[in-house]
């Protein structure tokens, strides 16, 4: 597949189209022969290519943003549905990276208005990128701090949060470890440092019925569900598997009666 991948960024023909296309020109090899050589030494294809895929979406991606990944596409297909029948939902992504999750569901759900909240200078600039012309309101922000976004508390339809969850010192991929920014992968000693004040964010976001759906490591299935149902804000929390079926990410609905 990334050999597929490169050959097609390298000869700028589509992948279902090499077997068809005239032999590559010397200097077409040339390229190759470096983007392989770097693929090798463990560079993700995406940063080669510079382009991600995700749902409907060709995102923008390099160095200092992190690449998103399919699973998480789950969580917007899930996210999604709990909107379905809102005429014009206010929908929130928090920790929005390259905007994977917020134009997604800006494309899909296009009588939405969408907030992308991220705290990177380097990640801010994919975001903005991908972000131009999709409607998506970009906010610089920390999502842990309860006045980001505050303008908007008790008005949010939907929460969808992908934060950095991997606990500090969890061996990783060299395609993560030195490529991934550290502050997009790691989470604390526990992987939930980001993941308690976001609880909290998104119960003072969320309107009566509105939804949350957090991402998290597959070593949390247990304690993301248990940090929503101790915050007291939450009802009908769910735990939700991956296509490999690995504890994903954990969803609750914003109760009616309770002041976080
Ligand atoms: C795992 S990445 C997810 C990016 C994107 N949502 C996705 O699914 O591909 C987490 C992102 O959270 C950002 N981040 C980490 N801590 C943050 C904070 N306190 N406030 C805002 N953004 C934060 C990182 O810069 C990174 O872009």
Redesign the pocket.
């Known amino acids: 597949m990334d050999a597929e991948l490169l050959a097609e960024h390298a000869f700028g023909v589509p992948r279902s189209r090499l077997r068809l296309a005239a032999d590559p020109s010397p200097e077409q090899l040339e390229v190759l022969r470096r983007l392989v050589a770097r693929r090798s030494a463990r560079v993700p294809v995406q940063h080669l290519t510079g382009r991600a895929p995700f749902r409907y979406l060709d995102l923008a991606v390099g160095p200092g943003?992190?690449?998103?990944?399919p699973e998480?596409e789950l969580l917007v297909d899930w996210g999604l549905s709990t909107v379905a029948g809102v005429p014009a939902p206010v929908v929130v992504?928090?920790?929005?990276?390259?905007g994977?999750?917020a134009v997604a569901v800006a494309t899909e759900c296009p009588q939405a208005t969408v907030y992308a909240?991220?705290?990177?200078p380097r990640?801010l600039t994919w975001l903005r990128r991908n972000a131009a012309g999709t409607g998506v309101r970009v906010v610089e922000?920390?999502?842990?701090a309860p006045a980001t976004l505050s303008e908007v508390d008790g008005l949010v339809d939907l929460v969808l949060c992908?934060?950095?969850?991997v606990p500090d010192g969890t061996p990783v991929e060299p395609e993560v470890g030195e490529h991934d920014?550290a502050?997009?992968?790691f989470g604390g000693p526990d992987g939930l440092e980001?993941i308690r004040p976001v609880i909290a964010r998104a119960a003072a976001l969320l309107r009566p019925g509105g939804a949350v759906g957090i991402?998290h490591d597959d070593s949390h299935g247990a304690a993301v569900p248990d940090l929503l149902r101790a915050d007291g804000g939450f009802a009908a929390v769910e735990e939700h598997r991956d296509l490999a079926g690995r504890p994903r990410f954990a969803t609750a609905r914003r109760l009616a009666d309770c002041n976080p």
């Not at 943003?65 to 990944?69: A, G, L, T, Y």
């Open positions: 943003v992190f690449i998103p990944r998480t992504d928090l920790a929005s990276g390259s994977a999750i909240v991220e705290r990177s990640a922000g920390d999502v842990t992908n934060p950095p969850y920014p502050e997009a992968v980001v991402e």
